[in-house]
């Protein structure tokens, strides 16, 4: 096994993990848990790890955790729901009142 990547976040590291498995790549999380040891142990010990099962495949890792770190993270604008007129933030596809679908541009 090989460490490609830490992070603070559980959340970002588990999207990683999802998209490295998506491309065929075995990987698990470790420390996922060591949140409640911070102030024993060292902070940067405890952030959680991604590990890949098969050094081989560690370009490969690095180049989609990369490229996923590097995309322009664009949120699209808001749009009003056709169903109901409520006012909706754009990283949704329906409408929270109604359940109404964004209209497609």
Not at 20 to 27: M, V, Y
Not at 29 to 40: F, K, P, S, V, Y
Not at 71 to 96: D, K, L, M, N, Y
Request: proline share 8%.
């Amino acid at each position: 096994m090989l460490k490609v990547y830490s992070a603070e976040s559980i959340v970002l590291v588990a999207h990683l993990r999802n998209l490295l498995q998506n491309a065929g790549i075995r990987a698990h999380i470790r420390n996922e848990r060591l949140a409640g040891a911070l102030g024993e142990i060292p902070f940067l010990e405890c952030w959680p790890e991604l590990w890949i099962e098969h050094p081989g495949d560690a370009l490969r890792a690095r180049a989609i955790i990369e490229m996923e770190l590097d995309a322009p993270q664009e949120v699209p604008s808001p749009w009003i729901c056709r169903g109901c007129g409520e006012s909706i933030g754009g990283q949704f596809t329906e409408c929270w009142r109604c359940g109404d679908v964004r209209p497609q541009p």
